[in-house]
């Protein structure tokens, strides 16, 4: 990981990608303190949240079993015929 002034980063914005790009996430910062992080876009889809993660993990599924993916089955069930391919006659 390597930190960067944001008046340096414009000058070497080429070496900041190639080193996101190789896996080492790159720190920006500005005078005000302001931060970013850059990041490989793969790094990125990888990492980035998902409804179920978040759901998982912001206290709406308890212990135990699933509770989330058992009802997106549950579902899943209901609705599959739904969106199926449907033979029609003249």
């Known amino acids: 990981m390597s930190n960067w002034q944001a008046s340096a980063a414009r000058n070497r914005l ?5 080193e996101a790009v190789a896996g080492q996430p790159q720190f920006i910062r500005r005078r005000d303190g302001k ?3 850059v990041v490989s876009r793969d790094y990125y ?6 409804l179920k ?3 998982l993990t912001a206290g ?3 212990p135990g079993e699933d509770e989330f993916e058992a009802i997106m089955e549950g579902i899943r069930g209901e609705t599959a015929g739904l969106f199926a391919p449907h033979d029609s006659e003249d």
């Open 14 to 18: 080429a070496d900041i990608i190639d």
């Open 35 to 37: 931060q970013v992080v």
């Open 45 to 50: 889809e990888r990492t980035k949240p998902t």
């Open 53 to 55: 993660s978040y759901l």
């Open 60 to 62: 709406f599924s308890g």
